[in-house]
């Protein structure tokens, strides 16, 4: 039975979704999720989640991101992505200073106004189908914070920049707001995601990869290798016993905080919470 997080670079052209309904068959496994939706455009970082550990994808949708997106300026559309239909198009005559003074404005705490094109829901409808209907409708702005917002080359109308986020930013309408600030519209182009919280590129695997593995259970990543920030805890069997019953430990000697709990044997039953004394489990992931 396969359990843990696998680090997919996903293709252009795949939703999430493709990419986890295919690894349900990989792996025969019907527990299949992913660490956050990326659109079938983009590629990168798709961190899936397989068996016990679709538990600690809670514990995920909190993660920063970091991007590397094309910037196309000049060009509006309705899906702020080359992929829309065209709204507007101006002639582009920025310079690289004109954009990295403008790029000043997005970074640190922002407000961006949810893309009609996005999964959200208003009302109980998601935002993507009323766009398909040729809807339009007001949405509240959004808090999110720009960690880091670098220019890595580029001329004329088009750019390329790296991006270091929050959890629920836009990057195409980071890129549509930039080209509105510079007056002459603009759209995402191209968007690769490197980071997604701990995952990153170098641990990815590519579908052709995956499917064609002798053993694809080998690429997994052990589901606790999520919570390596929390220090470790090791149980005597019958502390072990009362946790696997759901029951709260008394542990006046422990810091407060959270931690990795471990049986004898070096197995990991879950993460636990101490306060004022008392340990408690956040989230069990000892099969049953």
Not at 93 to 99: E, G, P
Not at 151 to 165: E, K, Q, T, V
Request: glycine share 10%; proline share 5%.
């Amino acid at each position: 039975m396969a359990n843990g997080i696998l680090i997919v670079d996903k293709p252009a052209g795949w939703t999430s979704q493709d990419v986890a309904a295919k690894l349900r068959g990989v792996f025969h496994e019907k527990r299949v999720g992913h660490g956050g939706t990326l659109d079938p455009m983009a590629t990168g970082v798709l961190p899936i989640f397989i068996g016990r550990a679709t538990r600690a994808v809670p514990f995920f949708e909190h993660a920063d991101k970091v991007y590397e997106a094309g910037l196309r300026l000049g060009l509006v559309t309705d899906t702020q992505d080359v992929t829309g239909r065209t709204l507007e198009e101006r002639k582009v005559d920025i310079t690289r200073a004109q954009l990295e003074a403008v790029l000043s404005d997005f970074r640190g705490e922002i407000a961006q106004i949810p893309p009609m094109y996005s999964a959200i829901k208003v009302n109980g409808q998601k935002l993507y189908a009323l766009a398909r209907q040729g809807k339009e409708i007001q949405r509240q702005p959004r808090p999110v914070t720009i960690f880091a917002l670098d220019l890595l080359g580029g001329d004329g109308a088009d750019w390329r920049l790296r991006i270091h986020c929050s959890k629920g930013t836009y990057v195409r309408t980071l890129c549509h707001d930039i080209g509105a600030a510079l007056g002459c519209g603009g759209c995402m182009s191209s968007l690769r995601r490197t980071r997604a919280g701990s995952c990153d590129l170098a641990r990815s695997h590519t579908m052709e990869e995956i499917l064609f593995a002798e053993t694809p259970e080998t690429l997994l990543l052990p589901t606790d290798s999520l919570f390596s920030d929390r220090p470790v805890l090791t149980v005597a069997a019958p502390a072990e016993r009362k946790l696997r019953n759901g029951a709260t430990l008394h542990t006046p000697k422990l810091q407060p905080g959270e931690y990795r709990v471990y049986s004898g044997t070096g197995e990991f039953l879950l993460l636990a919470k101490v306060s004022a004394g008392e340990l408690t489990t956040l989230k069990s992931f000892f099969e049953v």
